[in-house]
């Protein structure tokens, strides 16, 4: 046990630690706004949408192998809600480049806006801490849903064959149907985002 608690520390001072991640307070409504950078680095405010969409945030990292398979995923919902969310990738590790981001696009067959956060304006806004999660915003802005995209992952190393859940499929669905009540927000599995403050 000591042992693995040692290999635990030295894994968050490295800042590249896959773990579950807690449940969070309840959602707040996003404050201000928000900007981050396209690749070209120009700002960008992704709450900046046609009338009626939902803003959805999904937190990614071009190094890290769980959000990386969850790619299939993104592009689906992403088709999937067309027209009715906006679903943006959010890049917030400080050291991805413009280049690596592209070139990550690309290998990944993404299509979605990628945005660049690098002061973690966002991350901070969407109550993330690791990639992948993700955040949906109504229509006003609030952030209704914030966490894992499904469980998927029970732990780090631990994969189910397939889903059992599936919160953001069903917290974009439930936003966008009257009357119907968003899943309580649960913490991802997957890369810590460094330089939290």
């Known amino acids: 046990m000591l042992r ?7 894994a968050l001072l490295a800042g590249s630690l896959l ?11 996003a404050t201000g706004r ?3 950078l396209d690749l070209a680095g120009k700002p960008v405010d ?5 009338s009626g ?5 999904i937190f990614v990292r071009t190094d890290c192998p769980i959000s990386n398979r969850y ?14 969310a906006q679903i943006t990738l959010v890049y917030p590790d400080k050291s991805e480049t413009p ?26 806004v969407s109550r993330v801490a690791i990639t992948p999660e993700a955040a949906v915003f109504d229509s006003k802005g609030n952030l209704i849903y914030h966490g894992r995209i499904d469980n998927w992952y029970k732990d780090f190393g631990h994969a189910r064959s397939a889903p059992t859940t599936h919160e953001l499929d069903e917290a974009i669905s439930a ?8 899943p309580a927000s649960v913490g991802g599995v997957g890369c810590y985002i460094s330089d939290l403050q």
Request: no cysteine; glycine share 8%.
């Open 34 to 36: 928000v900007v981050a």
């Open 46 to 50: 992704p709450f900046e949408v046609a």
């Open 53 to 57: 969409e939902l803003v959805v945030l």
């Open 175 to 182: 936003s966008l149907t009257a009357g119907r009540q968003v």
């Open 4 to 10: 693995r608690l040692t290999g635990l520390a030295a």
């Open 99 to 124: 280049v690596a981001i592209a070139k990550h696009l690309q290998e990944y067959g993404y299509k979605n806006v990628a945005l660049r956060d690098t002061q973690h304006d966002l991350v901070k």
């Open 19 to 29: 773990l579950p991640g807690a449940v969070r307070g309840a959602p707040a409504p």
């Open 71 to 84: 790619a299939p995923t993104i592009q689906a919902l992403s088709t999937k809600y067309a027209g009715k």
